[in-house]
């Protein structure tokens, strides 16, 4: 029983990071239907910038974890100036930015080995007990932390997108471009405001993680794909369906490293993917169907 | 002239695998470092993928990031079955190219349930399970550590040496390259270029899209498991590392670098990013920086490949030559003109044709709809009550008029199957196409024009009416594959045909110019030619008139009569009330969703309500 709520926990915790990422890219897909490869990638900036500030300059904390989501957040806006704006101003399909934002991908990662090396660098825990007890279960503090931070960003990208003028743009910009405009809304800055929003949550929670998984240079792709996962089967353009896509996604891969293999787990959480998305190609949250992505 | 293809066209056409061909012979003789060699063959294994992979992208625009998934599972499948079961290589390459293609076979069928986009990421999730996989049959494949393959390749009675392995993979690159010459030369070719942009084009021609799909997975499958059969025996020894994302990404750069729509752009990539940083300048280290920078660079700045870019930068250069001499517009520019030929081509030539490919067509059957509704989310856009129907009987022109958002296009994809109908029926004859699919109904004798005609920038007239007409005769893809004397001579006849009609439909001067540099009439008319060049009873035209000058409207409207005074229906919609009316035998008024009347054109010209919905209140 012990061994499966621990796997049970630990799995909410890696799918709450997941989860994070996965919101980031739901945030971005709804303002810009764009996916940013370069998304995982941000996360694994957020880890080593947690490295240098916090272990090597010796900042506090909260200073540290400003500075990392800000500077990654800013990485995330010339993301989208450097793959998408260029492309989208020509009028290229989504599809072509897919790849553009895959080499900005392997262009930071290859940037990133060159500063920081490809070793895992440690990161000391930031608040309270390396691992809490909940019961019998234990887990990493910082998983504890990446899950109430979130279902808070879920919160308040819910309480932005309902209540003010940018949030609302935002969701409709989504579905009625030229509607947004004639409205007086400035389409390029909302497509820039969504990767900085969608960076700075990859910035945060590889600075929430880097405890856990320390800070690697090349650690971005994992996520990548998780993430997609995780927003494939909770729909793409639904900021819930990216949190429960994620914890889904964290629980199956953890139980099935618990109880199968840890090899396996990957391949099974493929099977789900490819599973779920042949019965609900839209994703699992949400409605609307007959239109290609 | 448009009908016969000179030899020396068809020489010019093979000049790439040569001139490849004779350089891999020059590399051989010439270079006698084994590591070089051996680097070579590694880059031509990734070439024969990336070809695969470039066929997919530029002819059907799939977005295949699973590749390398494919070309491991077969390398991994050859070397267990040589070193592991002893099998001879050849056996074991031609099953190692087997499993590629089932697996790539199972991710099609993926791919037709979910978008395109889903479908590229869930390929690049497959390419980071190698490692699993390979550890997961850890006995076989030796896991992590690597498998060793002692022996080499057997060549009737020879072991081949790194110089006969970089032959034999020049050799199946070559092979490889001549078969996809053959499909993107092929009408299969024209039709998978027009499914990339519009699957409803596509099966109006009568084509299933999924079995064009599959067909594109299917062989850009097999040469991915070509490819990884031959990386297999190469090195000595097989690792997950061998086969990291980096490599994806080499291989969809390569693609992007060298070209997609065009035949060496992969291998040329190939060559530019695998062995230049190796070979050439020693950047290792920065390899996977300079990778991500070049395809950034590749989609920003040469959306369609170097080469491509190579000859928008001579045609623009040489444009800036004739600017400064001052010439003449070329004969080209000339036959755009549309005020430049002002004589009435008789349509006899035209009909005639039409005719021929329509004997032994049954024409007797009507076209009908009835009650039909169709919502969209909310929104009724078509809405007849249950006695309304619309009949488009034999050897009659039916027309159909109604304001924008009338519904009229609605209906024209009612009848087809592209709008299935949320209640109500469409019935042929005494057939039920009320739920078939666009491809079957087309089959069954209905064709059609559409509003906005979808044709690809890059393909001719020439080649869309080949491609159209060769289709009929539906021989096996295997036929375009090997382009058999059979392909020859199906592909020669619609050629010939192919010719005569656009001759006959004046459009001789524009039928070998690619469709991006037609006028927008010249589009028009190569969109109703390929709705009429099929053995079709019924034709929907929509708006077939729009963006023709005068004289093609006449024309067209004479086309039109004399093909249904031989029995063919049309249901016409038409803006351009004069041409309309005057070849019209039926009118239905549509408004807003609703049948408002139907009549002959006398009826609807006297009709009180029909002009106050088509010309205003005040008129």
């Known amino acids: 029983m012990t061994t499966f709520l621990t796997s049970l926990v630990t799995g909410l915790g890696v799918g709450s990071v997941y989860a994070l990422v996965a919101v980031g890219y739901a945030f971005i897909f709804r303002t810009t239907a764009s996916f940013n490869f370069a998304q995982g990638q941000l996360l694994a900036l957020g880890s080593l910038f947690a490295y240098t500030l916090y272990m090597a300059v010796g900042l506090p904390v909260v200073v ?10 800013v990485l995330g806006g010339v993301v989208e100036r450097v793959a998408i704006w260029p492309l989208a101003r020509r009028g290229e399909d989504t599809l072509t930015w897919l790849i553009s934002t895959l080499g900005v991908a392997i262009l930071f990662a290859g940037a990133a080995q060159r500063i920081w090396g490809s070793k895992p660098l440690a990161v000391d825990n930031y608040i309270g007990p390396k691992v809490m007890h909940l019961g019998s279960v234990n887990i990493a503090t910082p998983y504890v932390v990446t899950f109430v931070v979130v279902i808070a960003v879920a919160v308040a990208i819910e309480l932005f997108q309902r209540y003010t003028l940018w949030g609302r743009a935002m969701r409709a910009v989504g579905d009625n471009r030229s509607a947004v405009e004639l409205a007086g809304i400035n389409v390029l800055v909302l497509g820039i405001g969504a990767f900085v929003v969608g960076g700075a949550l990859a910035g945060l929670a590889g600075f929430v993680l880097a405890p856990v998984t320390y800070a690697q240079a090349d650690a971005g792709f994992t996520f990548v794909i998780m993430s997609f996962a995780a927003v494939a089967i909770g729909g793409f353009s639904s900021h819930w369906g990216a949190v429960i896509g994620g914890w889904l996604i964290g629980v199956v891969q953890s139980l099935s490293g618990t109880y199968v293999s840890l090899n396996s787990q990957q391949l099974i959480v493929f099977g789900m993917l490819i599973l779920i998305l042949m019965i609900r190609p839209q994703g699992l949250l949400t409605q609307r169907v007959g239109r290609e992505v | 002239m448009a009908g016969a293809r000179s030899p020396w066209a068809t020489i010019r056409s093979f000049q790439g695998p040569l001139l490849l061909a004779l350089a891999i012979l020059l590399v051989g003789l010439l270079v006698s470092r084994e590591d070089y060699l051996l680097q070579g063959s590694i880059a031509i294994s990734f070439a024969i993928a990336a070809t695969g992979l470039g066929l997919a992208l530029g002819l059907a625009g799939e977005y295949l990031l699973g590749q390398l998934a494919l070309f491991a599972a077969s390398a991994y499948v050859t070397a267990v079955l040589t070193s592991v079961h002893e099998w001879s290589f050849w056996l074991a390459a031609g099953v190692g190219t087997v499993a590629a293609t089932v697996v790539g076979l199972a991710m099609s069928l993926v791919a037709l349930r979910i978008s395109k986009f889903y479908f590229a990421l ?3 999730f497959l390419v980071s399970l190698i490692p699993n996989i390979v550890q997961l049959f850890e006995k076989q494949t030796g896991g992590s550590a ?45 039709q998978m270029r027009r499914m990339r942009d519009s699957t409803a084009a596509l099966s109006a021609s009568g084509m299933q899209p999924w079995r064009a799909r599959v067909a594109v997975y299917v062989l850009s499958s097999i040469l991915a498991g070509v490819g990884g059969a031959v990386f297999s025996h190469l090195g000595g020894f097989l690792q997950p590392t ?16 060298g070209g997609s729509t065009t035949l060496l752009g992969p291998t040329l990539g190939v060559i530019i990013l695998y062995i230049v940083p190796r070979v050439v300048i020693n950047v290792e280290g920065y390899s996977d920086m300079v990778y991500g920078g070049i395809v950034l660079l590749a989609v ?30 070329s004969a080209v520019e000339a036959a755009l003109d549309p005020d430049a030929v002002e004589e009435f ?72 199957g592209y709008a299935p109908l949320n209640e109500g029926s469409v019935t042929f004859g005494d057939r039920d196409l009320t739920s078939r699919s666009p491809a079957r109904i087309a089959r069954l004798g209905i064709s059609r024009s559409f509003q906005t005609p979808s ?26 594959l090997i382009s058999d004397p059979l392909a020859w001579r199906v592909r020669r006849r619609a050629r010939a045909r192919a010719g005569r009609i656009a001759a006959a439909a004046g ?28 053995p079709s009873s019924v034709v929907l035209l929509d708006e077939p008139a729009a963006g023709l000058s005068g004289r093609e409207r006449k024309q067209l409207g004479a086309t039109i009569e004399a093909l249904a005074a031989a029995g063919l229906s049309f249901l016409v919609v038409e803006h351009d009330l004069e041409l309309a009316l005057q070849i019209a035998d039926e009118v239905s008024v549509l408004a807003e969703g609703h049948l408002l009347t139907h009549g002959t054109p006398e009826d609807i010209t006297q009709h009180r309500g029909v002009r106050e919905v088509l010309i205003g209140a005040e008129a």
């Not at chain 2, 969209?376 to 958002?405: Q, R």
């Not at chain 2, 044709?455 to 036929?479: G, K, R």
């Not at chain 2, 039928?511 to 927008?520: I, K, N, R």
């Open chain 1, 64 to 73: 540290s974890l400003i500075i990392s989501v800000a500077i990654v957040g």
């Open chain 2, 455 to 480: 044709l690809p920038d890059e393909t001719t007239p020439m080649e869309l009416l080949t491609a159209a007409l060769a289709y009929q005769e539906s021989l096996s893809y295997v036929h375009w």
């Open chain 2, 146 to 190: 690597g498998l060793v393959i002692y022996d080499s390749i057997n060549f009737f009675g020879t072991e081949l040496e790194t110089k006969g392995l970089f032959y034999l993979a020049g050799v199946a690159l070559i092979i490889s390259l001549l078969l996809v010459r053959n499909v993107r030369n092929s009408p299969l070719g024209t």
């Open chain 2, 242 to 257: 061998q086969f990291e994302l980096t490599f994806t990404i080499l291989l969809f750069a390569a693609v992007l670098v």
């Open chain 2, 507 to 534: 459009l001789e001067e524009v039928a070998e110019q690619p469709c991006s540099q037609l006028t927008s009439g010249q589009r028009r008319i190569v969109d109703v030619l390929l709705a009429l060049s099929r």
């Open chain 2, 300 to 329: 920003i700045l040469f959306p369609g490949g170097i080469e491509e870019a190579f000859q928008s930068a001579r045609a623009w250069f040489t444009g800036q030559l004739a600017k400064r001499r001052g010439e003449e517009p």
């Open chain 2, 122 to 124: 869930v390929g690049f």
């Open chain 2, 345 to 416: 081509v008789s349509p006899d030539r035209l009909v005639k044709e039409m005719l021929a490919m329509r004997e032994g067509v049954d024409l007797g059957s009507s076209l009908r709809i009835q009650g039909a509704r169709k919502r969209y989310g909310g929104v009724a856009a078509l809405d007849f009550e249950d006695g309304d129907s619309v009949t488009v009987a034999p050897g009659k022109v039916h027309l159909l008029l109604g304001p924008n958002g009338s519904g009229k296009t609605t209906l024209l994809n009612a009848f087809c």
